[in-house]
Structure formats: C-alpha cells, structure tokens
C-alpha cells in the first residue's frame, strides 16, 4: 500500500517536471520567433479581441473590489483616528497588490480560456498541420501575436481597474463613511508613490505573458474531440491562477523588499 502510495507521488512528479520542461521549451522557441517582423495587423486585432471585451468584467470586479476593501478598513481607521489615510491605504493595496492579481485572475480566466479555446478547436479541425504543411510556424504565427497583445493588455488592462477600484473606495469613503473628498484626496498624494503603481504594471506584464504562453501550450497539446477542448481550457484557467499567484509572491518580493 506504501509503495503504490509512492508511485503515484512519483509519476504525478515526473509528469508535471515533463509539462514544466515542455512549457519551457515552448517558450525559449517563442522567445526566438521575436526576432522576426512583428505582424501588427494581427498584435492589433488580438489586443482587440481579448482586451476590450474584457473591459467590463474588470471595471465590475475592481470597482466592488474597492468598495468592500475601504469598507472593511475605513470605519476601523476612522475609529483610531486615521481617517486622513483611508486613501493612500486604498491605493496602495490596489495599486501594488488588487488590481495586478484580480486583473490577472479575472484575464486568466477569460483571456486565458478563449485563447486555449480558439487554438485547441484548430487543432481538433487540423487547422495546425495545414498551417505546418505550408511551412508556416504555428508559434510565429499564433503565440507571439497572442503574447505581444497579451502583455500590452493586461498592463492597460490594470491601469484601468486602478482607476475604477480607487473610484469605489472614494464612493464609499465619501459618501458612507463621511471623509471628506479633499481628505481623500490628499492621502492618496500624500501616502502613495509611482512606484505602488508602476510595481503593480510589472507584474501585469509578467502575468499577460504567462497567461498568452500558457494558453497556447494547452491549446496546442489538448486531446482530440471536443471534450479535450473543455479538458484543456479548463487547465489553462487552472494553471494560469495558481502560476499568477506564486509570480506575484516572487515578484513582490523582487520589486518591494
């Protein structure tokens, strides 16, 4: 019983060091297909697709976000007599941590998906081997277009949510709360620096590029028919949120030690 117990131990090892090496590979090959000509048109067109579309799901989740953040913090600071804070607190924690990992979980999940989505149904209908039998790389000409825009739209993606979640601490602030406006205000000035927020944009790069490479990777090796589709999106999803989260330790360790 021991030893069976062990054996899958092993092979549940062996298999994810075989996907996290194959992973890499994948990547290193994507890294290599930069040096060629970038096709806009097409950088363009995926930055449309996976990014507007995502607008209104990011604007709900950061702006409830903030509402709840500053109504869990605001009445214990107004309590103490930190109410001249609530502002940079808010920004700060949305800044450096919220608004990067909820817009990462929340891409992940919808960006992340469609792009295993799209590439897995080309793999089932052999869209992949036409494109290989033309001579034509499926990693030049489907992940790099997908990781560029990925990695310029999750940033932008995650200015905009700061924006809005910092928005929904002010509504709550102001006008649940009763801290005045300017009060508000001036605590975001005064508490938060560029870097809460450029910190924040790093690590919105990092998670745009894992959620792109990642999505293609499953999409390329999901099983034949059409419930490999469903196997494969769902493990994009999966992966793309546990890999975001231990990015983001990494990460902020890196940049706010």
Not at 82 to 89: I, L
Not at 137 to 151: E, F, K
Request: some cysteine; charged content about 10%; aromatic content about 10%.
């Amino acid at each position: 019983m021991l030893t069976k117990f062990f054996e899958l131990i092993g092979r549940f090892l062996i298999k994810r060091a075989e996907e996290f090496g194959t992973i890499v590979l994948l990547y290193l090959d994507t890294l290599k297909q930069l040096k060629h000509k970038p096709r806009i048109g097409h950088i363009i067109g995926q930055m449309a697709h996976l990014g507007a579309d995502s607008l209104l799901i990011v604007s709900l989740t950061l702006l409830f976000t903030g509402v709840v953040f500053t109504l869990q913090t605001a009445h214990e600071l107004v309590r103490f007599g930190a109410q001249s804070t609530v502002g940079g607190v808010v920004s700060i924690a949305i800044g450096r941590e919220l608004g990067p990992v909820l817009v990462g979980v929340v891409c992940a999940g919808r960006v992340g998906a469609a792009i295993t989505a799209e590439i897995s149904t080309m793999k089932v209908t052999e869209q992949i081997d036409a494109l290989r039998v033309m001579a034509v790389s499926p990693v030049d000409y489907l992940i790099v277009p997908r990781m560029l825009a990925c990695m310029v739209v999750v940033p932008i993606l995650t200015i905009f949510g700061d924006v809005i979640g910092v928005f929904g601490g002010w509504l709550v602030a102001v006008h649940y709360s009763g801290i005045s406006s300017y009060i508000f205000t001036h605590s975001i000035n005064f508490f938060a620096q560029m870097s809460d927020f450029t910190g924040g944009m790093i690590k919105a790069i990092f998670f745009g590029n894992v959620i792109a490479v990642l999505g293609c990777y499953y999409g390329l090796n999901c099983p034949n028919g059409a419930e490999g589709v469903g196997k494969a999106t769902t493990k994009t999803v999966v992966t793309s949120i546990i890999v975001i989260f231990i990015l983001n330790a990494i990460l902020t360790f890196i940049i706010y030690r």
